[in-house]
């Protein structure tokens, strides 16, 4: 059975702290909570020097090997990169049925 559009309620807006969401989708009489978003606190984080500090093998950037980047984008420019379609839809057909559940 396929559900009427009308039926369908509206996921809540996950807000950054601070972010103005709008109304509530609970409705404009739903009370002072329904829209409410967290106001940061006093609390801090203090990170150590060895926390902060990158790995030596960071230190220059993400490890990507430049030689199969170039090699990848020469094959996908010439039409020879290899796309398996059914993959593809599967994961995306995967992803929107965990998106809307």
Known sequence: MVDLISSFTPRP???KPGEDVGPSIAGPNAGPA???VAKPGGDT???S???TALPAELSGGPPI???IVS???EAISE???PVDLDKITESLFQ???KMMA
Do not use: Q, S
């Open 13 to 15: 807006r996950i807000a």
């Open 34 to 36: 329904a829209g409410a």
């Open 45 to 47: 984080v203090a990170l």
């Open 49 to 51: 020097a060895g926390a």
């Open 65 to 67: 090997d430049l030689e």
């Open 71 to 73: 090699k990848i984008k």
């Open 79 to 81: 039409g020879k990169y």
């Open 95 to 97: 992803d929107f049925v």
